[in-house]
């Protein structure tokens, strides 16, 4: 089991920014994991299914949604043991509990396979 801590959410003003970060912790096999796979970040908003926001791959290639591309930024850290989700120009639709999770491709690009979540971080944009 991958060991993860989302981090990094807050309340902020409509055209803030925030970076969430995303924590392999517990043990090496987590570390290695988040450095052998590729890490998602997703968002679930109230009411709503959760939805895959961004995602890299283990050698830097990302995705992201097409809604959000352009004001998100999805990056890893140099020991490879975070990766990062930078928001720019948050607007209040962006308001959710925001998730990561390591694992293959098409599971990171599949969010229902995953059947286990963190606690996540919450991101409220409001003025």
């Known amino acids: 089991q991958v060991q993860l801590v989302e981090s990094g959410g807050g309340l902020v003003q409509p055209g803030g920014s925030l970076r969430l970060s995303c924590a392999a912790s517990g043990s090496a096999d987590s570390i290695r994991a988040m450095a052998w796979y590729a890490t998602g970040w997703y968002r679930q908003a109230p009411g709503k299914e959760r939805e895959l926001v961004a995602a890299?791959?283990?050698?830097?290639?990302?995705k992201y949604a097409d809604s959000l591309q352009g004001r998100f930024t999805i990056s890893r850290g140099n020991a490879q043991n975070t990766v990062y989700l930078r928001m720019n120009s948050l607007k209040p639709e962006d308001t959710a509990v925001y998730y990561c999770k390591v694992g293959p491709i098409e599971m990171v690009l599949n969010p229902s396979r995953f059947t286990t979540w963190g606690q996540g971080t919450q991101v409220t944009v409001s003025s």
């Open positions: 890299i791959t283990n050698n830097g290639v990302t």
